[in-house]
């Protein structure tokens, strides 16, 4: 057995042309696939219909394919859509598939997913004893059907389990049920916390004692860590997906999981990557991060009002709700794919012109962002640089493109001057790194500056590392590019 997770960007909450053209190259065979999890447009509230639109259009796409039913792959595939791309979070979805094979056990294990379905719930049923237990017993199924032996194997269980309108509720509880809040929205959470449970007591991470109703909202030393419940209108039964590690199944892909302490942690995921044999840093590289198939994330706003000492209003917000603020903050924090650190720092292209072509704007200079220079320079030398390729282009021979590269020489040593005179009034946090790195004089008397700039900076195909050098007197910069300078 081999499972593959296949990820697709999502435009709106009806766009599966993603995994329509990986059907159609035979990328994936619509018949292996086992789930699909993701993030779509809508509010991951009550009336977040997005989540539903999108399962609907994905079991069409999915029956055209295999000739089943919609409602037979629905009955045979969890969809678990969690709404919400606050921040720079980014709608898309992850198809599991699994190829069968005859089992061998292997010395190494391999990655592996099992899913199960509770019964349909009721509104009486969710956030109660009954969820919990069917859930716990849905997550054994799916752990069996994974070939997963320990639960010390299982790092993620995906739950998706109902929520209900307002009417629903009412419904039920005039036809004796016993709903245990009418609030759809907090029924949603006590209903994701009796899953949480369920999880917690079908892997032994809590006795099954405590795994009890009475325990939601009152206990929070049960808990499981590796639970991820979301609930939605868009379906009736508690769907799980079990992910783990398996030495019955084969193929190149691995999971891990760790805990965030809070919503500012960073520590969790790199410690995940870690134990993945990836290099604890703050941000991968591009090409470290194209290896990870998919990244899945839980988190809630801390019930104390509290991070790290300080208070937050995510709980006391009348306009937005906490899950909003919480996906907001959370987001970023993703060494992997969120928030993409990039190098801003003073940057120059040399030469800016060559045999047919010329740079101007960020492509042939970049300055610190706090001296606000790239608009203003952009648009100036763009007008410089369309006189010299009218020059280069009707008058052949002409100095134009020489003279807009002296120009752009003298615009950038002029800068650099005035850089420098900015940044050295700034006297107070001589030590920081922030402004001992912008304040930077070399030592000895005289000689040169050399300030590599980071690689990345450099466009790969034509775009050399270069080394600026400054002429210095007395170890202090004169404000002229060096011998060897631009
Ligand atoms: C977050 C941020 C804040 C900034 N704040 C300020 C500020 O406050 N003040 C200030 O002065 N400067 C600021 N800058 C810098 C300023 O935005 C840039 O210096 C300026 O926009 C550069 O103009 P440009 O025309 O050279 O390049 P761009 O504005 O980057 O334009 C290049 C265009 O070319 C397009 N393009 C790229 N490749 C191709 C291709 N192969 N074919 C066709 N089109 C292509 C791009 O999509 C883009 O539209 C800021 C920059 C950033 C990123």
Not at 136 to 158: G, Y
Not at 458 to 476: A, F, I, L, V
Request: with cysteine; hydrophobic share 40%; glycine share 10%.
């Amino acid at each position: 057995m081999q499972t593959d997770v296949h990820r697709f960007p999502l435009a709106d909450p009806g766009d599966v042309q993603g995994l329509r053209q990986a059907i159609a190259t035979g990328l994936v065979d619509p018949r292996e696939i086992v789930a699909v999890i993701g993030k779509t447009h809508g509010n991951g509230l009550v009336n977040d219909y997005t989540r539903g639109f999108l399962t609907q259009s994905l079991a069409f796409l999915i029956s055209g394919a295999t000739g089943e039913t919609p409602d037979a792959i629905r009955q045979r595939i969890p969809f678990v859509f969690s709404g919400g791309v606050e921040g720079v979070l980014s709608p898309h979805y992850s198809v599991f598939t699994v190829t069968e094979s005859r089992s061998v056990e292997s010395a190494e294990k391999a990655l592996a997913i099992g899913v199960a379905f509770t019964p349909e719930l009721a509104p009486g049923d969710v956030g109660r004893q009954r969820q919990i237990d069917l859930t716990a017993e849905a997550v054994i199924r799916a752990m069996r059907s994974a070939n997963i032996q320990s639960s010390s194997d299982v790092h993620f269980v995906q739950i998706k389990g109902p929520a209900f309108t307002l009417a629903e509720i009412l419904a039920d509880a005039d036809a004796g049920g016993r709903p245990a809040s009418d609030n759809p929205g907090k029924l949603m959470g006590l209903g994701r916390a009796a899953s949480a449970l369920g999880v917690a007591k079908a892997l032994g991470e809590i006795p099954a004692s405590r795994a009890v109703e009475s325990a939601i909202g009152r206990d929070f030393e049960a808990f499981s860590s590796v639970a991820s419940c979301s609930a939605g209108v868009e379906v009736r039964a508690n769907e799980v997906i079990v992910v783990g590690m398996s030495s019955q199944w084969s193929g190149p892909l691995a999971i891990e999981h760790a805990p965030m302490k809070d919503a500012l942690d960073t520590t969790g995921i790199r410690s995940a990557l870690s134990g993945l044999g990836f290099p604890d840093v703050l941000q991968l590289s591009s090409k470290q991060a194209s290896r990870i198939r998919a990244v899945f994330v839980k988190c809630e706003a801390s019930r104390d009002g509290v991070i790290r000492g300080k208070s937050h209003t995510m709980l006391n917000d009348g306009d937005i709700d906490q899950q909003r603020h919480i996906r907001a903050a959370v987001g970023p924090a993703d060494p992997v794919s969120g928030a993409l650190v990039r190098p801003c720092a003073t940057a120059r292209l040399h030469p800016v012109i060559g045999p047919g072509w010329l740079a101007t704007g960020d492509a042939s200079a970049a300055y610190d962002p706090l001296s606000g220079q790239g608009i203003t320079k952009s648009l100036r030398n763009g007008v410089l640089a369309a006189y010299a390729a009218a020059d280069a282009l009707l008058k052949p021979g002409s100095l134009g493109l020489t003279r807009y590269a002296a120009i752009l020489d003298a615009q950038f040593a002029g800068y650099q001057r005035a850089h420098r005179a900015h940044f050295a009034r700034e006297t107070r946090w001589a030590s920081a790194p922030f402004w001992a790195r912008r304040q930077f004089v070399p030592s000895g008397a005289g000689g040169q500056i050399s300030v590599a700039f980071p690689k990345e900076v450099w466009h790969d195909s034509c775009w050399k590392p270069k080394c600026q050098t400054y002429e210095t007197k007395n170890g202090r910069p004169t404000g002229n590019i060096g011998a060897n300078g631009p």
